[in-house]
């Protein structure tokens, strides 16, 4: 392996780059929400919170809002656990799995998606994702639970999925460590994107405009943002921190594959991935 990739943490940034256009058909793309509109579910919110938060067990709407971390206050609440009510939340799962198999099936196309450099790719990857330690990990330890696909496609996105828990685990290790809530964590990821001003990023414009003013105080009074709202030269250090320590914390689930598998793993990825990309993942 080329040394500039041996470090942990430029492996767990890669890796992170190859695996998210993977996972994020079951958000974008039509298959997931028409499969869990199927099963009843009247939004893409809740069959988003009933499919997501299920392997969790039927826990109250304070531990979804706990493990999701970056939801307003309230949010979860409006979805758990009345989106498991009526709906098995297994069913729930199974949905969001066929969904978003048939999203990647689609994009992918034919060759692709039945290529042996996909089985290859699959059976790195869920190599990796089962491997880590789940100690901390809520959500990783919850997909951990289930049982991983037979057919290569939906094994992909189960293990690139389960992979993207396991950094979404660190990821609020390294915002709790830094002291961002999961709103502020969305004006830092604003910011960073060039947004501005960040009360309009997507993920919050909808708050309460009391809400995102408090906010914005808090960050000015931390010095993480200035009087008009961009970064200060802390606020982007920190930011930095929390990706830098997220990318660490990433890097564990890799450490199972030799570095001629992770050479392997990302020259299978790499053509996929590009295909996701060009698509949107959609």
Same mark, same amino acid.
């Given at each position: 392996?080329?040394?500039?990739?041996?470090?942990?943490?430029?492996?767990?940034? !890669?890796?992170?780059?190859? *695996?998210?256009?993977?996972? *994020?058909?079951?958000?974008?793309?039509?298959?997931?929400?028409?499969?869990?509109?199927?099963?009843?579910?009247?939004?893409?919110?809740?069959?988003?919170?009933?499919?997501?938060?299920?392997?969790?067990?039927?826990? #109250?709407?304070?531990?979804?809002?706990?493990?999701?971390?970056?939801?307003?206050?309230?949010?979860?609440? !409006?979805?758990?656990?009345?989106?498991?009510?009526?709906? #098995?939340?297994?069913?729930?799962?199974?949905?969001?799995?066929?969904?978003?198999?048939? @999203?990647?099936?689609?994009?992918?196309?034919?060759?692709?998606?039945?290529?042996?450099?996909?089985?290859?790719?699959?059976?790195?990857?869920?190599?990796?994702?089962?491997?880590? #330690?789940?100690?901390? =990990? /809520?959500?990783?330890?919850?997909? =951990?639970?289930?049982?991983?696909?037979?057919? #290569?496609?939906?094994?992909?996105?189960?293990?690139?999925?389960?992979?993207?828990?396991?950094?979404?685990?660190?990821?609020? &290790?390294?915002?709790?460590?830094?002291?961002?809530?999961?709103?502020?964590?969305?004006? *830092? @990821?604003?910011?960073?994107?060039?947004?501005?001003?960040?009360?309009?990023?997507?993920?919050?414009?909808?708050?309460?405009?009391?809400?995102?003013?408090?906010?914005?105080?808090?960050?000015?009074?931390?010095?993480?943002?200035?009087?008009?709202?961009?970064?200060?030269?802390?606020?982007?250090?920190?930011?930095?921190?929390?990706?830098?320590?997220?990318?660490?914390? &990433?890097?564990?689930?890799?450490?199972?594959?030799?570095?001629?598998?992770?050479?392997? *793993?990302? &020259?299978?990825?790499?053509?996929?991935?590009? /295909?996701?990309?060009?698509?949107?993942?959609?």
């Amino acid at each position: 392996m080329d040394k500039a990739h041996t470090h942990p943490t430029t492996i767990a940034r !890669r890796m992170f780059e190859l *695996l998210e256009p993977i996972c *994020l058909v079951t958000f974008m793309a039509d298959e997931c929400n028409e499969e869990l509109a199927a099963l009843g579910h009247r939004t893409y919110w809740d069959g988003y919170f009933a499919s997501r938060a299920a392997p969790l067990g039927l826990v #109250p709407a304070q531990v979804v809002h706990a493990a999701f971390y970056n939801f307003a206050d309230g949010e979860a609440a !409006r979805h758990i656990p009345s989106a498991w009510e009526t709906i #098995p939340p297994a069913a729930s799962v199974a949905a969001r799995e066929r969904g978003s198999a048939a @999203s990647l099936r689609r994009i992918l196309g034919d060759e692709l998606a039945g290529s042996p450099g996909l089985v290859r790719a699959a059976d790195l990857t869920t190599k990796a994702a089962i491997s880590a #330690p789940t100690e901390g =990990r /809520v959500m990783y330890a919850g997909m =951990r639970t289930l049982p991983v696909p037979s057919d #290569p496609v939906a094994r992909l996105w189960h293990s690139a999925t389960m992979l993207r828990e396991h950094r979404g685990d660190g990821h609020i &290790a390294a915002l709790v460590g830094a002291r961002i809530g999961g709103t502020e964590a969305h004006v *830092l @990821s604003a910011l960073e994107q060039g947004i501005h001003p960040p009360e309009s990023f997507g993920r919050i414009h909808h708050l309460p405009k009391k809400r995102l003013a408090a906010v914005m105080d808090g960050l000015r009074e931390r010095g993480l943002v200035d009087s008009e709202g961009w970064f200060t030269d802390a606020g982007r250090k920190t930011k930095q921190h929390i990706e830098t320590v997220t990318d660490e914390l &990433a890097a564990s689930p890799y450490e199972a594959l030799s570095p001629a598998e992770l050479d392997e *793993l990302i &020259a299978e990825l790499e053509p996929l991935t590009a /295909v996701l990309v060009a698509a949107g993942s959609q």
